[in-house]
């Protein structure tokens, strides 16, 4: 009996306290975390799960530009690695317009073309999930547009990238949908609603999994970290998720890479999220950025990725970020090169069979009235069929851009900046 009273005066005392709090009060980082209900567990609190390790050199590239005519980069910066093996070539759909998001078919054919010419190679390719993608778009306003994604609004669009990849030869093309979703910077975030945004994302993988003769890969890239939301709270599952990405620059400034190892939903967070869910990791964007030349990033961040189970890697090449085309770096660059140089790399594991869609589903034209009530994601629409693909009517206008800021880039009407 004395104990009971001793635990209710506990618990008052601490319904006392939270409830001093005031609505609306900021916590800390930490305090978010250990707060939140998508929280990882204390290091040390019970076992983690067990972390895989490669065999073998990640398949490794570099984002050197979006457009078609970036693709001789890639080999001039393998030669400048000492004939290097870059497997992987990453580049970025334009999020101004929908004919964006669809692709333009000559800039995905000529990327397919490099993909085809090797079969070690490898295609990422960042896909908006909104436009305007960097607008600045209110949160109400994202939210709304998530609610009419989720609805199956916009399938049409998904539909018409998926036939052309699967057309020009990028059926096995790796998509990070929706990449940075736990940030501020993308009209496609997730924060503003996050139930909308994970239903929206399952929609579009079922709709692109629709398509015969596609193999693609969906890669779950947050930033490192917790940003604007955990980014735990934006999974939107197994059955539509095929790799766990992580955007890592050396930021904030100060920072150590053992910080972005123990963060809250950093680096180890992501491993081990990714071990439990049985999926392999990526870094699609890294980088140097706040902290200046640092080669121990960079000597600390390629270890990272070589001694975990990493599908691939690929560095963000320009100022200031990168080392082939920056030459603001040049201590960093030569810890690089030592570490790349006349890497082999390593065939990726690619699925030989097609994923079924977790639903069947019949995308609906835009502007097309939605049904009553709120229609479940991947549901089929009796009696509907799917749209043609059709060309855009004229190209994007501009590259997309992986991630928001004012660093200067080498040809801003072309290249894409960087937060």
């Known amino acids: 009996m004395r104990m009971g009273r001793l635990t209710l005066a506990a618990a008052a005392l601490l319904l006392m306290a939270t409830a001093s709090v005031p609505a609306g009060t900021p916590l800390s980082r930490t305090e978010r975390h250990s707060l939140s209900s998508d929280a990882f567990e204390p290091r040390g609190a019970a076992p983690r799960p067990p972390v895989q390790r490669p065999r ?25 690695l000492g004939n290097a093996n870059m497997q992987v070539g990453h580049t970025y759909l334009a999020g101004n317009s929908w004919a964006d998001i669809e692709g333009e078919p000559v800039v995905l054919g000529l990327w397919s073309q490099w993909r085809l010419a090797d ?11 909104l436009v305007p993608n960097e607008a600045h778009v209110p949160d109400g306003e994202v939210a709304r547009l998530l609610g009419q994604g ?43 609603d996050p139930a909308a945004w994970k239903a929206y994302w399952r929609r579009i993988v079922g709709v692109m999994r629709s398509v015969p003769g596609q193999r693609f890969r969906f890669d779950f890239t947050p930033n490192r970290g917790l940003d604007a939301i955990p980014w735990t709270k934006c999974y939107p599952g197994d ?44 870094y699609p964007e890294w980088g140097l950025f706040r902290n200046g030349d640092n ?20 560095v963000t090449d320009y100022c200031p970020h990168g080392f082939f085309q920056c030459r603001s770096n040049p201590r960093s660059t030569a810890a690089f090169k030592q570490l790349m140089a006349g890497s082999q790399g390593a065939p990726p594991v690619v699925p030989t069979a097609p994923p079924a869609p977790i639903v069947p589903v019949v995308p609906r034209p835009p502007g097309a009235p939605t049904p009553s009530g709120t229609a479940t994601p991947g549901a089929t629409t009796p009696g509907a069929t799917a749209p043609a693909a059709t060309a855009p009517a004229t190209a994007p206008a501009a590259t997309a851009s992986p991630s928001a800021g004012a660093s200067p880039s080498p040809s801003p009407a072309r290249t894409p900046s960087r937060r």
């Not at 079969?119 to 999930?129: E, F, I, N």
């Not at 080669?295 to 690929?314: L, N």
């Open 239 to 282: 059955d539509v998720v095929d790799i766990v990405g992580t955007d890592s620059y050396d930021q904030p400034a100060g920072s150590t890479f053992d910080d972005y190892v123990r963060e809250p939903y950093g680096l180890q967070d992501q491993v081990e999220f990714a071990a439990k869910h049985g999926k392999p990791v990526s």
């Open 150 to 192: 989720a609805r199956g609004d916009f399938d049409s669009h998904f539909l018409r990238l998926a036939r052309r990849l699967v057309a020009l030869g990028g059926a096995d093309t790796v998509l990070t949908l929706g990449w940075e979703m736990n940030g501020v910077t993308y009209t496609h975030r997730c924060k503003p």
């Open 295 to 314: 080669p121990e990033f960079v000597r600390r961040m390629v270890d990272w990725m070589r001694t975990h189970d990493t599908a691939y890697q690929t």
């Open 119 to 129: 079969p070690s190679r490898l295609l990422v390719l960042g896909v908006p999930m």
């Open 56 to 80: 073998h050199e990640p398949p490794f590239g570099a984002f050197v530009g979006s457009w078609d005519d970036y693709i001789p980069q890639i080999g001039k910066y393998a030669q400048w």
